[in-house]
């Protein structure tokens, strides 16, 4: 999709005992892929950090080996 964003930030919010809501902020760019629900896969510059990003905004963290667990509550971010 040509409106689509080519770049984001995953912002991981830790809500920890602390409660401190740290924040870890990751720059992610477009594949050529996608992912199960058809949507593209962004990725960091390791291809480590993987998510499918909808249309909507919404994000699904994918697994890049064998013992991640994907992380939930990230959101995304238009770079821009």
Do not use: N, W
Not at 18 to 45: E, L
């Amino acid at each position: 999709m040509a409106d689509r964003d080519d770049a984001y930030e995953l912002v991981f919010t830790d809500a920890g005992d602390a409660g401190t809501g740290a924040q870890d902020v990751v720059p992610v760019h477009r594949t050529d892929r996608k992912g199960p629900g058809g949507h593209p896969i962004y990725a960091d510059d390791t291809g480590i950090v993987q998510a499918e990003i909808s249309d909507r905004g919404e994000v699904r963290m994918i697994a890049s080996g064998a013992h991640q667990h994907p992380a939930s509550g990230v959101s995304a971010r238009p770079l821009g």
